[in-house]
């Protein structure tokens, strides 16, 4: 096959645009990665510093050893910054793990059965998922006082919960929709019952659809920052969001710290987004319309 | 498959729903609506508890006279705090920005949106490269988005300071927070990066969604490049443009950690929207009275905005009635 002249000057119209696309994506990103390998007065140099010209991993190895070698103004917030990924991580697991149950129950029988309020039911879900988190979040700040759920992780996963769940349902219904029926009657036929069909036959046909909505629970969970500001106060329920943006507002908070924190907040959801790429663009798209 | 006959009492003790499905006529089935309910009980019970209450103790809250400052006041004033807020400056100047800011954003969203959806639909060298490296901007939680910002924004070792000086664009290094216009686009700008993605995204599926023909068929009409996109491309996209503006408007009223690390609401209150005046009459003030009328403006808004949301999706048969 040759290209012709003005089919080759296309092909590189349309690289040198993608390679423009590709920078504005990653230039922002790769300024805070640099960052997070340079010695504090490298980054204080101007001109800036593009690659750094000395190296190091020292921003990273002072949160495994906070009050080691280097004793620094921002040694309290490093030692916060594992500590703040588990609390993270746990309130993003469990979040996601609780929309996967119940989106299933209620996103199956909105795929399957035709029932009176059904369309009452796909609305009120909908509906939910709109609401701003800035509305919720006084009433919920009383109701976890008054239960004594303050700066506990569970006031958090469940409160993710409600802003989560709605998009699982609705992708989950999608999914199952998906799946042909005839897939559930043959396994009811063979004599399985109600529950043994769900388990054996309609998730792991529909994995795509729970790994999905498992990753943007998770996601929205590690990421939210108001609800965690608002409902935690110490180490026993900071997640890692704070514990960054603590960095932020500190003024006295060395910037390459502030860097590789920012660094490591990011790693988990770019892991996912990575492994699963073909999974999230489904699903985002699934999500908002419907295909 | 090896599945054995076992005793497992769910769902009900004679036969299981589905089973009766198969014998009733498939579309009619209101015996199954208590099983139906009976599966969304859990979510329901949870967004009964965790959303529909919190929203309705707002609005209860919103016409009481309740400060913190003074907790022991909790007094009905009707819709004295809403008075407030529409006498008050304060919500104006917020109301202002948010349209500012929410235009912005949704402009640049979607015009930005739309030309990377229309280059990674082409084939090209690195395209596929190209698409992965859109979930970098998605994926980053928006405090660390704000932060990264702030730092490339910022008026001493700033990277675009950095950047403009030495390609001589700009004399001296300048502080991009610090004058309320610059602000609120530096803002703006910051907000943008994330959201883009989800946009392109979206456009990129309905753009795929387009049978090739219909191309074929205007080619052989003799139909340039402009009008292929006037009278095929754009009338296929309609739909979804309408559905990412929709999302994004809301996206954008609701921006909050952005905000929080990248400017606070200044200078000034030149990039304060009616959120962050939600956060900082809440929060800051402690007047949760006049806070949770101002949460309720948001709602209002951003409900409005999700009843057209859900219009598009009737229109397009995704809701079946």
Partial sequence: ?291 | MQLAHSKTPLPSRDESPALQARRAPSRVGYERSGFAFLLNAPALIALVLLAAYPILSSGWISLHKYSLKRPRIFAFVGLGNFRELLASDEFWSALWVTLKFTGLVVALVISLGLLIALLLNRRFPGSALVRTLLLIPWAIPPVVNGLMWQWIYDSKVGALNGLLVSLGLLRDYRGWLSDSTSALLALVWADVWNLVPLAVILILAALQRIPGELYDAARVDGAGAFQMFRYVTFPWLAQALLIVLILQTMAAIRAFDVIYVLTAGGPGSSTTTLTWQTFLTTFESLNFGLGNAYAWTVSVITLSLAVLYFRVLYRRGEIEA
């Avoid at chain 1, 603590?246 to 390459?256: M, P, Q, S």
């Fill in chain 1, 1 to 291: 096959m040759t290209l012709t002249g003005s089919h080759r000057a296309k092909t590189i119209g349309l690289t040198l645009a993608g390679m423009l696309v590709a920078l504005y994506l990653l230039a922002p990103f790769s300024w805070l990665v640099l960052t997070s390998f340079m010695h504090e007065r490298d980054v204080l140099s101007v001109p800036p510093q593009w690659i750094p010209q000395d190296a190091t991993l020292e921003n990273y190895s002072i949160f495994f050893d906070p009050t080691g070698t280097r004793a620094i103004v921002g040694a309290r917030a490093a030692a916060q910054m594992l500590p703040g990924m588990l609390n993270s991580l746990i309130a993003a697991l469990g979040t996601a793990l609780l929309n996967l149950v119940l989106g299933t129950l209620a996103g199956y029988s909105l795929a399957r059965f035709d029932f009176r309020g059904r369309t009452t039911l796909l609305l009120l879900y909908l509906g939910s998922r709109m609401l701003p988190g800035i509305a919720l979040i006084v009433p919920l700040y009383l109701m976890m006082k008054t239960y004594g759920l303050l700066d506990n992780l569970v006031a958090l996963i469940v409160t993710y919960l409600t802003f989560t769940l709605p998009f699982t349902i609705w992708l989950l219904r999608n999914y199952f929709q998906a799946v042909p029926r005839s897939l559930e009657e043959a396994a009811l036929i063979d004599g399985c019952n109600w529950l043994q069909m769900v388990t054996k036959i309609l998730l792991p046909a529909a994995a795509p659809g729970l790994v999905a909505a498992g990753m943007f629970a998770f996601m929205t969970a590690w990421n939210d920052y108001l609800f965690a500001v608002i409902l935690t106060s110490t180490m026993a329920a900071k997640t890692l969001p704070v514990v960054v943006a603590g960095f932020a507002t500190d003024v006295t908070t060395e910037r390459t710290l502030m860097a590789s924190g920012g660094v490591m907040a990011v790693i988990p959801p770019l892991v996912l987004a990575f492994i699963f790429q073909r999974l999230i663009v489904q699903g985002l798209t699934s999500g908002a319309t419907k295909d």
